[in-house]
């Protein structure tokens, strides 16, 4: 089971990106797929997540209304639509699961990691 994270840049504040978690190994359909991000210095945090049964979707608070996610089953590939970006979330983003179909933002428990992608918001 393979994980991976694509998608980061550099962007000005206020900008968007969209960041893609492909699975390759298995199916990411009955699983839940969160997002994490570690700022240097910092500890890593979740940031969103969805789950595998129902679609339901969970943000931090430093995301809410700015951050949304979603995922294609066909593809394999959960997407993290990011709008109006700050500074400080300037971070190195990771998928992951616990294979779990209910999602999580806590990161214990995760199984499977990709391989981090940048995103830098700086003017």
């Known amino acids: 089971v393979q994980l991976q994270a694509s998608g980061g840049g550099t962007v000005q504040p206020g900008g968007s990106l969209r960041l893609s978690c492909t699975a390759s190994?298995?199916?990411?359909?009955?699983?839940?797929i969160g997002w994490f991000r570690q700022a240097p210095g910092k500890e890593r945090e979740g940031v969103s997540c969805?789950?595998?049964?129902?679609?339901?979707?969970y943000h931090a608070d430093s995301v809410k209304g700015r951050f949304t996610i979603s995922r294609d089953n066909v593809k394999r590939t959960v997407y993290l639509h990011m709008t109006t970006l700050k500074p400080e979330d300037t971070a190195v983003y990771y998928c992951?699961?616990?294979?779990?179909?209910?999602?999580?933002?806590?990161?214990?428990?995760?199984?499977?990691w990709g391989r981090g992608t940048q995103v830098t918001v700086s003017s």
């Open positions: 992951a699961t616990d294979r779990r179909r209910s999602c999580s933002l806590d990161d214990s428990g995760m199984v499977y």
């Open positions: 190994g298995v199916t990411l359909r009955y699983w839940g």
């Open positions: 969805i789950s595998g049964d129902d679609g339901s979707t």
